[in-house]
Antibody, heavy 117, light 108 residues
Framework: EVQLVQSGAEVKKPGESLKISCKGS????????IGWVRQMPGKGLEWMGI????????AYSPSFQGQVTISADKSITTAYLQWNSLKASDSAIYYC??????????WGQGTLVTVSS | EIVLTQSPGTLSLSPGERATLSCRAS???????LAWYQQKPGQAPRLLIY???SRATGVPDRFSASGSGTDFTLTISRLEPEDFAVYYC?????????FGQGTKVEIK
């Protein structure tokens, strides 16, 4: 059974760094891209970027390029999304999902990130 | 970047009625690269349709989709209580994707 299990909710202050994770299981991790999707409170889905878990190649949406870093560690079948300096506007639910060609077929449960002073 | 515009923003219908949701792209989308998702409150999105018209595993056949080029449609033939949710279209090309802003299907 394919599963993507994300790390738990985080509460951070502006300016702090953060790395959230997404552990894949039940499939060959290195054969797929994993993507990250942002959902701000009460808003829609936003494509952030993807990482190829075989070689850690990445591709970012222009809106998120330079704002976050997406990575993967194939030795522990885990993908990551990280920020160096959080802003209040980064408060959102972040989903990871497996990219099957051109669409996301399996999704993680979401990680709520709250940034507040 | 391709912009997807969904309409209407909100669709108010009764159970048993037919729902027709539209997704229009700012540029041509390869049909095989257009998908639809359903999201219920407090849940992760769920894949409904891929390749513009293929139902994902386990999706009831009351869900159908069509379209090509810049105009795509998701149809729910007879709304069941569990179908009231938000629906998103999504396209992918040149290693980047975008989502539409969503259509909320609510109970009238």
């Amino acid at each position: 059974e394919v599963q993507l299990v994300q790390s738990g909710a985080e509460v951070k202050k502006p300016g702090e760094s953060l790395k959230i994770s997404c552990k894949g299981s039940g499939y060959i991790f290195t054969n797929f891209w994993i993507g990250w999707v942002r959902q701000m409170p009460g808003k829609g889905l936003e494509w952030m970027g993807i990482v190829y878990c075989g070689d850690s190649d990445t591709a970012y949406s222009p809106s998120f390029q330079g704002q976050v870093t997406i990575s993967a560690d194939k030795s522990i079948t885990t993908a990551y999304l990280q920020w160096n300096s959080l802003k209040a506007s980064d408060s959102a639910i972040y989903y990871c999902a497996r990219l099957y060609g051109s669409f996301y077929d399996y999704w993680g449960q979401g990680t709520l990130v709250t940034v507040s002073s | 970047e391709i912009v997807l515009t969904q309409s209407p923003g909100t669709l108010s219908l009764s159970p048993g009625e037919r729902a027709t949701l539209s997704c229009r792209a700012s540029q041509t989308v390869r049909s095989s690269y257009l998908a639809w998702y359903q999201q219920k409150p407090g849940q992760a999105p769920r894949l409904l349709i891929y390749g513009a018209s293929s139902r994902a595993t386990g999706v009831p056949d009351r869900f159908s989709a069509s379209g090509s080029g810049t105009d795509f449609t998701l149809t729910i033939s007879r709304l069941e209580p569990e179908d009231f949710a938000v629906y998103y279209c999504q396209q992918y090309g040149n290693s980047v994707g975008t989502f539409g802003q969503g259509t909320k299907v609510e109970i009238k």
